[in-house]
């Protein structure tokens, strides 16, 4: 059991999900149920300045361009895999028009996960090969610990890596590349444990 991973007697099913735990996430890959803790105030908080700093440029196109839908954990629902829920993830309006409701069933442009250490490991060996397989396009890692994005685009199915960058950096990524980014405006102020 890799991961959080949960052994079932078959593929798992949203009812899986339903009958977690308080306080406890699930996510449907490939049949498997894949559980963790519930995020953190400080992991929280950087999602909260990621949604703050893109949404207004490029979902609303307040001193930006517009046209994308940016949403924090969005259920997404693929051929098998019922549930999953980037951090955050976004879709070009020239691609789905209106928000769906319920569960959206396209693949995210964009998907961006915050590394912690419970996710680190399934972030990056389960849903990393993941979304390349659903043709998301663009793949932003953020490590809240050393303070650092990852950007990455996906080229004939593999990912590549555009860019490792930190917190004194000012940047323009794709494919929010439309504005300069202060990546140390991101960073929660956390009591030191």
């Given at each position: 059991?890799?991961?959080?991973?949960?052994?079932?007697?078959?593929?798992?099913?949203?009812?899986?999900?339903?009958?977690?735990?308080?306080?406890?996430?699930?996510?449907?890959?490939?049949?498997?149920?894949?559980?963790?803790?519930?995020?953190?105030?400080?992991?929280?908080?950087?999602?909260?300045?990621?949604?703050?700093?893109?949404?207004?440029?490029?979902?609303?196109?307040?001193?930006?361009?517009?046209?994308?839908?940016?949403?924090?954990?969005?259920?997404?629902?693929?051929?098998?895999?019922?549930?999953?829920?980037?951090?955050?993830?976004?879709?070009?309006?020239?691609?789905?028009?209106?928000l769906p409701g319920g569960r959206c069933k396209i693949a995210p442009d964009w998907v961006c996960e915050?590394?912690?250490?419970?996710?680190?490991?399934?972030?990056?060996?389960?849903?990393?090969?993941?979304?390349?397989?659903?043709?998301?396009?663009?793949?932003?890692?953020?490590?809240?610990?050393?303070?650092?994005?990852?950007?990455?685009?996906?080229?004939?199915?593999?990912?590549v890596e555009m860019g490792v960058y930190g917190e004194d950096d000012i940047i323009r990524a794709a494919?929010?590349?439309?504005?300069?980014?202060?990546?140390?405006?991101?960073?929660?102020?956390?009591?030191?444990?």
């Open positions: 059991m890799a991961y959080g991973a949960k052994p079932l007697g078959g593929p798992a099913t949203l009812a899986d999900i339903e009958a977690l735990p308080e306080g406890v996430v699930g996510e449907i890959i490939d049949g498997t149920l894949y559980t963790h803790a519930r995020p953190r105030a400080g992991h929280m908080d950087l999602v909260g300045a990621l949604i703050e700093g893109l949404r207004g440029p490029f979902q609303r196109g307040q001193n930006g361009p517009g046209g994308w839908w940016v949403l924090v954990e969005p259920g997404i629902q693929m051929e098998g895999a019922p549930e999953f829920s980037p951090d955050l993830a976004g879709w070009r309006r020239e691609r789905v028009p209106v915050i590394l912690s250490p419970s996710t680190r490991a399934y972030d990056q060996r389960i849903k990393r090969p993941f979304y390349a397989r659903i043709g998301v396009q663009h793949l932003w890692f953020i490590d809240l610990e050393v303070r650092t994005l990852t950007v990455s685009e996906l080229h004939d199915g593999r990912w494919p929010f590349d439309a504005i300069e980014l202060r990546l140390g405006e991101w960073w929660p102020v956390t009591e030191a444990s």
